[in-house]
């Protein structure tokens, strides 16, 4: 039982998922253009939220959002589902592959047994495809891998229903209806705004520059008010949120400005081609920051890696992407 799912590999797992499920409905559109038009981008600090005992630092929407936002703002119906138990949950996953109709499933990383096991970790909101099974294995598209794969019926259900932060409670979620003739242009300008509002005319300290710089007073202050070893380990998690949870800081820069080319070209404007460039100039300093605090946390402390001197690098990232998603909301 295999449907012919498009299966591409992808930067971050759910805007992979989304641009494959459209592409599957006849809507053939890039990784990059899902997470714009989905409003991928996004930071928050909640120093009140705890993961794993530690502040949530997030660099995305909420998990879900760029697929809901996405599909709907191209015209799309979706169907989103939840289980009691694993036993419904796969049985209704059966049901809609027999129908021939791709799921897809909202899972914890750390049960998938075709993550290498350095790889895996305590994160329940990665996404993947199903599309097919072979007995007691399904035939998954995970887009942050190369090619498919497969992951027996227990394992899977392990995944699904994961427990803790985020628990996927067996989320399952497709696209019951699609017509390919939405106007692309107006969910372009729909997803820019949505992000250019979230990080610069958020109403709470908490949420896009305003929260960045939040973020760097507090980091400024962790050796002094947490004490060294503590103050190592909230930097630590600072980095793993940033450069390893669902692609993260940098990677997120990256992939919105490949958006943002290609909507110069979808609204006929080329000054997003240069809003692009100086985005892409900002990822690369949210990945010096992640490699100079790496040096921090392994003792091997410079001028360039105090704590002061990071949190003065987060003040240049939040100064620059104030600048960048201003100028973003003057062009649409």
Known sequence: MSIDFPHRQSAHCE???TANLLSY????ISEALAFGIGGGLFFGYFPFVRINRLPLITFRSAPGAIFKKCVRRLGARVRSQTFASPREASAALDRALAAG?????????????????????HFNAHNLVAYG?????YLLSDPVF???VRC???????????????????????IESFAPDGDLAKAVRQGIREVCNRMVRAPIPLIGVRGVRLLASRLERWPERLGREQAVLHLGHLIRMQEEIGTGGGGFRFIYAAFLQEAAAILGNPDLSGLAEELTETGDLWRQ???LAARNCKGREGANSTFSALA????????????IFRALLKVV
């Open 15 to 17: 805007s992979g998922v």
């Open 152 to 174: 027996p019926r227990g394992d899977l259900e392990r995944a699904r229903f994961a427990k803790g932060a985020l628990a996927p409670k067996g989320r399952m979620y497709a």
């Open 25 to 28: 409905h006849g809507q053939r």
């Open 312 to 323: 003065e690098q987060l003040r240049d990232c939040a100064r620059r992407e104030e600048q």
């Open 146 to 148: 190369e090619e498919p």
């Open 133 to 137: 099974r072979d007995g007691e294995d």
């Open 101 to 121: 109709i791709p799921q897809g499933l909202q899972t914890g990383v750390y049960w998938l047994p075709y993550f290498p096991p350095a790889l895996r970790f």
């Open 289 to 291: 920051f992640a490699l």
